[in-house]
């Protein structure tokens, strides 16, 4: 099946610090994905929406200037959390819709990265 | 705007008997997915069954399946033969038909397998 890799999975960092994490599609092209945070027993919140080519579409509540989201290409989505705070803390998934290229048929779910867990010290 | 409840928080099943999970939505629209999602400790999100909205016909996959009720806009899933592997966080979630449209989940229902 589809895979989504999602780097770093745990990323420790000092206030006041930014922090990049990557998402790439590896064997289809992704125009979208999504940035999801999670904090501990609760469900998956939508940050945001990344278009490849045009810019991020985020969540009302969700700061943009904080929370950069950058598409770079049709397989790389990056979230940088800048001048990340204690607050910032937290699970960050991201997800690409399955069918995006090539021959896959489309099939209306997303495909999940393994997750990145961010603490700020 | 489209809604996804999950009513039971948690629930606790003996090891190889049968639990139904419930997940009802709120939609406008005709044409859409429905999906249920499992977490495990790894919190690796895995799908579990998907459900085309215009399919009569409810979802199977091998132990797991879907009763869909399209009037009444509910979607549980039934898990037979429960196994200790089962325990984990189930979201079930609804996606609109259009191709670039965001997943919206539910809270989750933790599911507890009893040996």
């Known amino acids: 099946g589809a895979v989504v890799s999602q780097h770093p999975s745990r990323v420790i960092c000092k206030s006041g610090t930014s922090v990049k994490i990557e998402c790439r599609s590896l064997d289809f092209q992704a125009t979208t994905m999504f940035w999801y945070r999670q904090f501990p027993k609760q469900s998956l919140m939508l940050m945001a929406t990344?278009?490849?080519?045009?810019?991020?579409?985020?969540e009302q509540g969700v700061e943009k200037d904080k929370f950069l989201i950058n598409h770079a290409s049709l397989t790389l989505s990056t979230l940088t959390v800048t001048s990340a705070h204690p607050e910032d803390s937290s699970f960050y998934i991201c997800?690409?819709?399955?069918?995006?290229?090539?021959?896959?048929?489309?099939?209306?779910?997303?495909?999940f990265g393994e997750g990145s867990r961010l603490t700020v010290l | 705007a489209q809604t996804v409840t999950q009513s039971q928080p948690e629930m606790s099943v003996q090891e190889a008997e049968t639990v139904t999970l419930s997940c009802t939505y709120d939609t406008s629209e005709s044409d859409y997915y429905l999906f249920w999602y499992k977490q495990p400790p790894s919190r690796q999100m895995i799908l579990v069954i998907r459900?085309?909205?215009?399919?009569?016909q409810n979802a199977t996959e091998n132990r797991f399946s879907v009763n869909f009720q399209k009037a009444a806009k509910s979607f549980s899933l039934k898990i037979s033969d429960s196994q200790l592997g089962d325990a984990a966080m189930y979201f079930c979630a609804y996606r609109s038909a259009t191709r670039d449209d965001k997943i919206i989940f539910g809270k989750g229902t933790r599911l507890h397998i009893l040996p």
């Open positions: 459900q085309e909205a215009y399919k009569q």
């Open positions: 997800s690409a819709p399955a069918g995006g290229g090539g021959s896959r048929i489309y099939t209306g779910e997303l495909f």
């Open positions: 990344s278009n490849e080519g045009s810019k991020a579409t985020y």
